[in-house]
């Protein structure tokens, strides 16, 4: 009884930005302003996604630009973009010794980690994206991406508290909590699935798959009563699935409901008239007739 993650398992990708021209930095006092560098060359080829040319203009450009963080997070984002992740990081590296703290640095370069196979290190990298910007767009995605690499650990309490705080940017965003439930799920905390998933309810998100694997997960745990309300709330949304009534038929039956069990497994029954433990189920429901 379990539903799988929705749009979990793919990393949230910004798309390669575009720079102006752009201003010098501001020079020591008593020395020459530096060059700004002209992107606009790459700027045009990105545009047109000429991604290997424009990795091609701005490594050029480099050599006379080593430490400008405009060219070093464009070229970054190009080389992933190209699918050259070990030269993305080394690029991106040096641009977050050279611009700590520049909004979408650490973003990408988690990025580049994750392509080589390095959850750690990308971890920590798109944390420090949460202490870089104030973007809303930026900060839900590097939540989404910690989350997906939190699940992938097994430590799932985390990756859930990863998806509260998406939750505390955008509200609404109904596909969230599905996965969050089940991340609760996972993580053995039942009543917080059970809450998240009326919360949803409250916005719009009615699923009756994920009340159902609640509902098993709470039967497991000998909670007949909560599992039959929630297979109350399966149904609810989905009267026409016997496996839901079926379900509510036997956490009735261990709550020692057996006159509510039977109604449920005659229903179960007209939903399913060839299952194939049909026989099984009408000889339980005949024991049931007398019962309280």
Same mark, same amino acid.
């Given at each position: ?148 690499? *939190?699940?992938? !650990? +097994?430590?799932?309490? %985390? &990756? #859930?508290?990863? $998806?509260?705080?998406? /939750?505390?940017?955008? @509200? =609404? ?78 956490? *009735?039956?261990? !709550? +020692?409901?057996?006159? %509510? &069990? #039977?109604?449920? $497994?005659?229903?179960? /029954?007209?939903?399913? @008239? =060839? ?18």
């Amino acid at each position: 009884m379990s539903v799988p993650f929705r749009g979990s398992w793919a990393v949230a990708i910004l798309a390669v930005a575009l720079f102006a021209g752009g201003a010098p930095r501001a020079a020591e006092p008593g020395a020459a302003a530096p060059e700004a560098v002209d992107l606009s060359e790459a700027n045009a080829l990105v545009r047109d996604r000429s991604y290997a040319e424009a990795a091609e203009v701005l490594e050029r450009q480099r050599a006379d630009h080593p430490d400008d963080p405009r060219l070093l997070l464009m070229l970054g984002e190009v080389l992933i973009a190209t699918g050259e992740p070990s030269r993305a990081a080394d690029v991106l590296r040096h641009c977050a010794e050279v611009a700590p703290g520049r909004e979408r640095v650490e973003f990408q370069l988690g990025t580049a980690l994750v392509a080589l196979g390095r959850s750690d290190e990308a971890l920590a990298a798109f944390g420090a994206e949460l202490e870089n910007t104030e973007n809303p767009d930026v900060l839900v995605m590097a939540r989404f991406n910690r989350s997906l690499l *939190l699940q992938r !650990a +097994g430590r799932w309490a %985390e &990756a #859930a508290d990863e $998806l509260e705080q998406v /939750l505390q940017f955008q @509200p =609404d965003r109904a596909d969230v909590y599905g996965d969050l439930a089940t991340l609760y799920l996972q993580a053995g905390d039942l009543d917080a699935a059970a809450h998240t998933l009326m919360r949803g309810e409250s916005i719009g998100f009615r699923s009756a798959p994920h009340y159902f694997s609640l509902a098993g997960r709470l039967y497991g745990a000998g909670r007949y009563d909560d599992a039959a309300a929630a297979f109350r709330s399966a149904i609810a949304i989905d009267p026409s699935d016997a496996r839901f009534e079926h379900g509510l038929g036997v956490a *009735l039956e261990k !709550a +020692g409901r057996k006159r %509510e &069990a #039977a109604e449920h $497994l005659r229903r179960y /029954l007209e939903l399913r @008239p =060839d299952a194939p433990d049909r026989e099984q189920v009408r000889a339980v429901i005949r024991s049931f007739e007398g019962g309280s």
